[in-house]
T-cell receptor, first 111, second 113 residues
Framework: GNSVTQMEGPVTLSEEAFLTINCTYT??????LFWYVQYPGEGLQLLLK?????DKGSNKGFEATYRKETTSFHLEKGSVQVSDSAVYFC??????????FGTGTSLTVIP | DTEVTQTPKHLVMGMTNKKSLKCEQH?????MYWYKQKAKKPPELMFV???????INESVPSRFSPECPNSSLLNLHLHALQPEDSALYLC????????????FGPGTRLTVT
């Protein structure tokens, strides 16, 4: 079956620190992969996506590369800001029927 | 415009009330979704509409009744809810039912008393 395994949180970092949130997936075919961000009290916003192997998604300084050989889609940012504090969800979709979400990773960035 | 709007933003209802949640998108998307999200959890899929027809019902209790009056609108009718139904209800849309990203609305925070 299809599933997403996401790094446990919560994660607390100092401003300007390097961020990695791990995400690995299991899928029977070639899914599309996404990172969504949810700020407190809000809905989910699409952060970035990748639709095929070796694609790199990027947005707002965040990056993730679709690695088929390791079935991973780790989220990275070189220098986090306080405004990046949120919950991050890794997700995949395959055959269009359903998104499979990871459990979410809460990030807090302290000044 | 990549916006999905939801009303109301907050809703408090008693267990005997009938209320409706509304969702609207003007991106020309033909797939629309309802999700339920409890605190500190990922969204759980409830219903999927494709071309205004119900495509997926994830075994949701009948006290939740979805409706898709046209390609831009999605409603969720609520009746005789339980306190455990209190959650954030999210609407989303995508171009079609395929490997496309979903765009989420801000959600309706529902409290059942």
């Amino acid at each position: 079956g299809n599933s997403v395994t996401q790094m446990e949180g919560p994660v607390t970092l100092s401003e300007e620190a390097f961020l990695t949130i791990n995400c690995t997936y299991t899928a029977t075919g070639y899914p599309s992969l996404f990172w969504y961000v949810q700020y407190p009290g809000e809905g989910l916003q699409l952060l970035l996506k990748a639709t095929k192997a070796d694609d790199k998604g990027s947005n707002k300084g965040f990056e993730a590369t679709y690695r088929k050989e390791t079935t991973s889609f780790h989220l990275e940012k070189g220098s986090v800001q306080v405004s990046d504090s949120a919950v991050y969800f890794c997700a995949l979709i395959y055959t269009g029927n359903q998104f499979y979400f990871g459990t979410g990773t809460s990030l807090t960035v302290i000044p | 415009d990549t916006e999905v709007t939801q009303t109301p933003k907050h809703l408090v209802m008693g267990m005997t009330n009938k209320k409706s949640l509304k969702c609207e998108q003007h991106m020309g998307h033909r797939a629309m979704y309802w999700y339920k999200q409890k605190a500190k959890k990922p969204p759980e899929l409830m219903f999927v509409y494709s071309y205004e027809k119900l495509s997926i019902n994830e075994s949701v209790p009948s006290r939740f009744s979805p409706e898709c009056p046209n390609s831009s609108l999605l409603n969720l009718h609520l009746h005789a809810l339980q306190p455990e139904d209190s959650a954030l209800y999210l609407c989303a849309s995508s171009q079609v039912l395929s490997n496309y990203e979903q765009y989420f609305g801000p959600g309706t925070r529902l409290t059942v008393t």
